[in-house]
């Protein structure tokens, strides 16, 4: 009993090896098919060029009461006070932002 129970062991160990080797050999072929770096740079330019317009900002309410998040990310945008305005650039990241306080704000084309 003690030799079979040896050997179920030693079998599982070699098929864990030969598993192992085989999730090895197919790393290199992934990695060959991700794109260079000049690719990945020229899609990067393509995403800047189609959101390359301005959006003005205007904070109309005040943060107090707020959330701390929704105060940050008012800070985050360049606003703090009611009434201050700020002309910025139309990327995603700053329509994210602005998503998350729009009743806070007013978005006009620059």
Known sequence: MATETKTKTSEK??????????????????????????????????????????????????????????EATLIGLGLNKRHRTRVLEDTPSVRGMIYKVRHLVKVEAA
């Not at 189609?50 to 009461?65: P, R, Y």
């Open 13 to 70: 160990a070699a098929v864990k090896k030969t598993a192992a080797k085989s999730s090895e050999e197919k790393a290199p072929t992934s990695a060959a098919v991700s794109r260079s770096p000049k690719a990945a740079a020229g899609k990067k330019a393509e995403t800047q060029k189609t959101s390359a317009g301005k959006v003005k900002v205007t904070q109309l309410v005040g943060t107090i009461g707020r959330r701390h998040d929704q």
